[in-house]
């Protein structure tokens, strides 16, 4: 099941884990990143508490969690080459994986549809 944020964020969600990344809508406004800030595993976050920071030759911007939740893993290779996050957001570019507290929530987030609404 794949799911939106207003905030630019997508999930790919199975068995109520979460892989979380920013859109490539989000990827294109930011333009080349230059850093990227992940949170720890283990760490638990709320919805929409700033988990992730990224940072562009023009802004740095917080990534927010999306849905309460707990991180299982961080994708390292983004920390090191975050170029990987503008080739390729919604695949190898993702942020983390998050278990969801009440995978049932991620039902309130937009779908691809809706998303493409959004940002149209």
Request: aromatic content about 8%.
């Amino acid at each position: 099941m794949l799911k939106f944020t207003d905030e630019h964020e997508w999930l790919k969600i199975e068995d109520g884990i979460a892989t979380v990344g920013i859109t490539q809508h989000a990827a294109e406004q930011l333009g080349d990143l230059v850093f990227v800030e992940l949170p720890e595993a283990g760490s638990t976050f709320a919805k929409n508490v700033a988990a992730a920071t990224v940072e562009s030759v023009k802004a740095a911007s917080d990534v927010y969690c999306p849905l309460d939740g707990e991180v299982l893993e961080s994708n390292q290779a983004i920390v090191d080459d975050p170029s990987l996050v503008n080739s390729d957001p919604q695949g190898a570019g993702w942020f983390f994986k998050l278990k969801l507290s009440d995978p049932s929530s991620a039902n309130a987030l937009l779908d691809e549809a809706a998303y493409k609404e959004l940002i149209a």
